[in-house]
């Protein structure tokens, strides 16, 4: 997997690896060989090689899983605050796990999902003060969303693994070509 930058393991069963491979190598190995110090000595390199690659994949931040927890609680914070938020990640079961939603799947007040939106779903929305958005090729298939955000100025004001926090510029209170209070 590190030769080939391919977790063709998975992390979740990265550590299940060595143990598999040692079975494998001892049913495999040939009767002879039964306890002789070459074969003990295969074993504990083989082991400790394979115990190394299944924790560096593991632990590899580039195998991180995506923090849906820590862009809850950004999203959280901003409504509280009172502010328009724009969610274009995975809606059902983070959205009511990180009680971005209420038991009847109902969002709260300035939640808006933007899940594959089109230009004009877009514009019908109230704007945002802050967009979590997580993996642009599987929510925003249209790239509606992406160009909104470079349209209207939203700068990147965090990042956590598979996501960006786009924030509206301090300056900005209006669109472009909007008049009066937001």
Not at 31 to 58: K, M, Q
Not at 96 to 109: E, G, P, V
Request: aromatic share 10%; proline share 7%.
């Amino acid at each position: 997997a590190a030769v080939m930058q391919f977790p063709f393991w998975g992390r979740h069963l990265a550590p299940l690896l060595p143990a598999v491979a040692l079975a494998i190598a001892l049913a495999a190995a040939p009767a002879g060989l039964a306890a002789t110090w070459p074969r003990r000595a295969l074993c504990v390199a083989l082991l400790a090689g394979l115990a190394a690659s299944s924790l560096t994949l593991r632990f590899d931040q580039k195998y991180a899983k995506d923090d849906y927890r820590g862009a809850a609680a950004i999203a959280r914070r901003a409504l509280d605050a009172g502010q328009i938020v724009w969610w274009s990640a995975d809606p059902e079961e983070c959205a009511q796990y990180y009680r971005l939603t209420n038991a009847d799947k109902s969002a709260r007040a300035g939640l808006f999902f933007a899940l594959h939106p089109t230009a004009a779903e877009l514009a019908a929305r109230p704007r945002p003060d802050v967009v979590i958005q997580s993996k642009p090729d599987v929510f925003d298939t249209h790239r509606a969303l992406t160009a909104y955000l470079s349209t209207y100025g939203f700068q990147a004001s965090e990042r956590l693994t598979a996501f960006v926090i786009w924030t509206r510029p301090a300056a900005q209170t209006n669109a472009p070509g909007e008049a009066g209070p937001r």
